[in-house]
């Protein structure tokens, strides 16, 4: 069967019977950043507090990468054993546990070993959403896909806006340990999905009791899919490999841009506030993608042209950065910002390249561990080459080349097939 000939589910009310499942979706994905942007708007003040310097950021600013790599692999792994269910409860416990102890921490070492409790939560639950979404909403992947990642980005923007007026106010330890609040918040709809389960109420909790490893049921008058009887190898797809790459490549260049953008600007002549509203332009624009792409995906068998779009934005903007910074930053910005368009366009394709739950959980840990693995040296690679050159030429040229391995993973990712036909 191919990509194009799959039954599809037909489509039904999009809160019948799964409420609960929709809002523990929606609420995980508002926690999937928070530990990394209420954090990184503070550090210069946290170094002076806790006595740290530069080469400590750098470490602070790797760690959610390296948090998202390492559960993007073992992820699939704890799925399996706990279910999907459960595994999304874990990620917000210790998202909450990580994030309220790091309201109280008195070293720097507390904070890096609290941080990363957090993100190993976070990191969990960018693996579990996508075959959460697949399980009960097979019939919806457009609508949820939008819905969830819309809400993640803004999960992103506002802890950033509201990090440092917090800490103002309240002081830096409220500031860091409220975002526990959310993700407690976020845990409340899989422990009642856990108790329907247990106790059998309505026909959610019907159809999750019936759901395993090999079958699941997606909606009443939707065709049971089967799931493949001996899951493949993800690692000789394909599909696996060039979702992998643009997706790690988008990491790289997001996370590279966050880092060095600000410092860009203050030497081309910027001031630093003009830096900071810039960095929240970039990630403002991520809605916009979030809103469009997962919609235009779902209707289009490949999507690649939007991959091309993207890298014309991401070369127009480098050439705008490099050469006259200062002369439109404000349009550099904009299409910097639609880049990453590639982001959503990979958590959607998830969904897309596979026909099983099964199928979606090993893609969806594949394409996080080693696309997480391949960002995580992005922001100290750019750093390097700055300081080696005391020039932004070569930095821009590395990211030149890993545009050119998106592009690459973009074409091998938007192909009509599907994870289980190459695997």
């Known amino acids: 069967m191919t990509a194009s000939s799959a039954v599809l589910p037909i489509a039904r009310p999009l809160w019948r019977d799964r409420t609960l499942v929709l809002a523990g979706i929606v609420l995980s994905a ?15 003040s946290l170094g002076q507090t806790l006595g740290f310097g530069s080469t400590m950021t750098g470490v602070l600013g790797m760690v959610p990468t390296a948090a998202f790599a390492v559960f993007g692999v073992a992820t699939p792994g704890i799925a399996h054993r706990l279910g999907l269910e459960r595994t999304a409860l874990l990620a917000m416990v210790l998202a909450t546990v990580g994030l309220f102890a790091r309201a ?12 990363a409790v957090a993100l190993s939560g976070m990191g969990m639950g960018n693996v579990v959403l996508p075959p959460l979404v697949k399980r009960y909403f ?28 917090l800490a103002q106010s309240v002081g830096w330890r409220a500031s860091l340990g409220g975002w ?44 049971e899919l089967a799931e493949p009887a001996c899951p493949g190898r993800v690692s000789r797809s394909p599909v696996a490999w060039g979702l992998a790459l643009m997706f790690g490549m988008t990491s790289l260049i997001t996370y590279s841009m966050f880092t060095w953008l600000p410092k860009l600007l203050v030497e081309a002549g910027g001031s630093p506030a003009l830096g900071g509203s810039m960095v929240a332009l970039f990630s403002t624009l991520g809605l916009i993608s979030a809103l469009v792409l997962p919609a235009v995906a779902v209707r289009v068998s490949n999507p690649y042209p939007i991959v091309i779009a993207c890298a014309v934005a991401y070369v127009a903007a480098f050439a705008g950065l490099l050469l006259a910074p200062m002369a439109a930053p404000l ?62 030429a070569w930095p821009f040229a590395f990211l030149l080349v890993c545009l050119a391995v998106l592009l690459i993973g973009g074409w091998l990712a938007c192909q009509p097939r599907m994870l289980e036909d190459t695997w």
Not at 105 to 114: A, P, Q
Not at 142 to 164: C, K, N, R
């Open 104 to 115: 109280f921490v008195g070293d720097t070492w507390m904070l890096l070993l609290t941080s």
């Open 30 to 44: 508002f926690n999937l950043r928070t530990a990394v942007t209420s954090l990184t708007p503070l550090l210069d």
């Open 180 to 223: 526990s609040l959310v993700a407690a918040a976020a845990a409340l709809p899989w422990i009642a999905v856990l108790w329907m389960e247990r106790f059998g109420h309505s026909r959610q909790a019907q159809a999750l009791a019936h759901a395993h490893d090999c079958a699941v049921k997606v909606g009443d008058e939707a065709p």
């Open 331 to 392: 349009l550099w910005v904009a299409l910097l910002g639609l880049g990453p368009s590639t982001f959503p366009l990979s958590l959607t394709l998830i969904n897309l390249r596979t026909r099983s739950q099964v199928g979606s959980a090993k893609l969806s840990g594949f394409m996080q561990g080693v696309g997480y693995s391949l960002s995580c040296l992005g922001p100290l690679l750019f750093g390097l080459l700055h300081e080696a050159t005391h020039g932004w």
């Open 138 to 165: 097979a019939d919806r992947v457009g609508t949820v896909s939008t819905f969830y990642i819309t809400v993640l980005q803004l999960g992103t923007i506002l802890p950033a806006l509201l990090a440092v007026p």
